[in-house]
């Protein structure tokens, strides 16, 4: 059963161009979150999806950055107008169901350098 | 809103000792979930251990082990008989029990084991 799938793991952009991060959750997962690591921080919850559906952008900034789960194919984390303040480690988890328990699974990340 | 703090960027233990790694929290809640993950150098996010804040009994899972201390918002890790695979970022984290698993994250610390 392979694990949460993040691509590309590494992205480099000059600023003003648009980066795309792609997430395909665990088998039977619905449910997606993606995070982001900056240097030396924790990870910061950025949005919370379901097939079609953004249930908690909250953490989202509210310029340059959106994201969509499909109904098929992966999750996309879309940066418009890259600056070099986005560079950091984006993380993808997933989960089967809303448990309220916490438990994610995560992929290996994507680091974008922006240049 | 809820922050986790990890006072200890950096710690380091001999193979086969023992160390505990410090957090500390401020929710309002009464119910909620705290978890330690472990990041190792591929730096794919894995969960370690889990306590739920209504248990009284401290989690174990084989040579990790929690000391909670819900008044003092304390929730602290043990590793036994430490092996230079736990070698790793350690991230306590929060989540409010029934709600999304939408974690707080705390800075990490840095767990460096000596042969």
């Known amino acids: 059963n392979a694990g949460v799938m993040q691509n590309p793991r590494h992205l480099v952009r000059r600023r003003g161009q648009e980066a795309r991060l792609r997430c395909s959750p665990m088998?039977?997962?619905?449910?997606v979150y993606w995070y982001r690591q900056l240097p030396e921080e924790g990870l910061k919850f950025m949005v919370y999806?379901?097939?079609?559906?953004?249930?908690?952008e909250s953490g989202m900034p509210k310029e340059r950055f959106s994201a969509e789960f499909p109904k098929e194919g992966p999750s996309i984390l879309r940066i418009q107008q890259v600056v070099r303040g986005d560079s950091a480690a984006y993380f993808c988890?997933?989960?089967?169901?809303?448990?309220?328990?916490?438990?994610?699974?995560f992929g290996e990340g994507s680091r974008l350098t922006v240049l | 809103a809820q922050t986790v703090t990890q006072s200890q960027p950096e710690m380091s233990v001999q193979e086969a000792e023992t160390v505990t790694l410090s957090c500390t929290y401020d929710?309002?809640?009464?119910?909620?979930?705290l978890f330690w993950y472990k990041q190792p150098p591929s730096r794919q996010m894995i969960l370690v251990i889990r306590?739920?804040?209504?248990?009284?009994q401290n989690a174990t899972e084989n040579r990790f082990s929690v000391n909670f201390q819900k008044a003092a918002k304390s929730f602290s890790l043990k590793i036994s008989d430490s092996q230079l695979g736990d070698a790793a970022m350690y991230f306590c984290?929060?989540?409010?029990?029934?709600?999304?698993?939408?974690?707080?994250f705390g800075k990490g610390t840095k767990l460096t084991v000596n042969p």
């Open positions: 988890a997933s989960s089967p169901w809303r448990t309220g328990e916490g438990e994610l699974f």
């Open positions: 088998k039977g997962h619905s449910h």
């Open positions: 999806l379901q097939k079609e559906n953004i249930i908690d």
């Open positions: 929710t309002s809640e009464s119910d909620y979930y």
């Open positions: 306590q739920e804040a209504y248990k009284q």
């Open positions: 984290a929060y989540s409010t029990q029934g709600g999304s698993e939408k974690l707080v």
